[in-house]
Antibody, heavy 117, light 112 residues
Framework: QGHLVESGGGVVQPGRSLRLSCAASGFTFSIYLMHWVRQPPGKGLEWVAAISYDGSFTYYADSVKGRFTISRDNSKNTLYVQMNSLRPDDTAVYYC??????????WGQGTLVAVSA | DVVMTQSPLTLPVTLGQPASISCRSSQSLVYTDGNTYLSWFQQRPGQSPRRLIYKVSNRDSGVPDRFSGSGSGTDFTLKISRVEAEDLGVYYCMQGTHWPYAFGQGTKLEIK
């Protein structure tokens, strides 16, 4: 089934940067499409970004395009998202997830990012 | 971009009775490989989302058979044959056919 653990969340000022990590275990990380999905407090789910199994293709929501960069290190079984120019509306719990639309998915517990002065 | 629209947004239910949630997409979700990548997720209070259904009608491992998915093209439905207390929470549909992926607004299942 597999296990995903996000880290790197916290409080950050508007305009600053933050990098989230997601450590994978219990499955072959290097063969899966991986995603970041976020959920603002009290609101619904928003798909954020995805990266192909080998990192050659990346996809972004319009709301983060040009500010967020998704990446992965298959040698470390780790997924990342670099978040620049953060805004208050980026405040959310950020989940990493494996293959959200495919035959087998796993989600992490999430990490909270709060953008506030 | 594809827009996913769920209805109703709130669904009062009686325990033991059936429930149904509708999800419509702004364009067909049939992919070039012939599959339709429409999923349903459940989120209980304070928990991470849990996927229930993938590719319209396939139940994920461990999902009770009272949950079923159906539909095609742009119209999809999640049905619960007999609602149990543990089913209360918010349900989301999600399309994974077109980039960017997209979730519906969510439907809150609550006790009538």
């Amino acid at each position: 089934q597999g296990h995903l653990v996000e880290s790197g969340g916290g409080v950050v000022q508007p305009g600053r940067s933050l990098r989230l990590s997601c450590a994978a275990s219990g499955f072959t990380f290097s063969i899966y499409l991986m995603h970041w999905v976020r959920q603002p407090p009290g609101k619904g789910l928003e798909w954020v970004a995805a990266i192909s199994y080998d990192g050659s293709f990346t996809y972004y929501a319009d709301s983060v395009k040009g500010r967020f960069t998704i990446s992965r290190d298959n040698s470390k079984n780790t997924l990342y998202v670099q978040m620049n120019s953060l805004r208050p509306d980026d405040t959310a719990v950020y989940y990493c997830a494996r293959d959200v639309a495919g035959d087998s998915t796993t989600w992490g517990q999430g990490t909270l990012v709060a953008v506030s002065a | 971009d594809v827009v996913m629209t769920q209805s109703p947004l709130t669904l009062p239910v009686t325990l033991g009775q059936p429930a149904s949630i509708s999800c419509r997409s702004s364009q067909s979700l049939v992919y070039t490989d012939g599959n339709t990548y429409l999923s349903w997720f459940q989120q209980r209070p304070g928990q991470s989302p849990r996927r229930l259904i993938y590719k319209v009608s396939n139940r994920d491992s461990g999902v009770p058979d009272r949950f079923s998915g159906s539909g095609s093209g742009t119209d999809f439905t999640l049905k619960i044959s007999r609602v149990e207390a543990e089913d209360l929470g918010v349900y989301y549909c999600m399309q994974g056919t077109h980039w960017p992926y997209a979730f519906g607004q969510g439907t809150k299942l609550e006790i009538k």
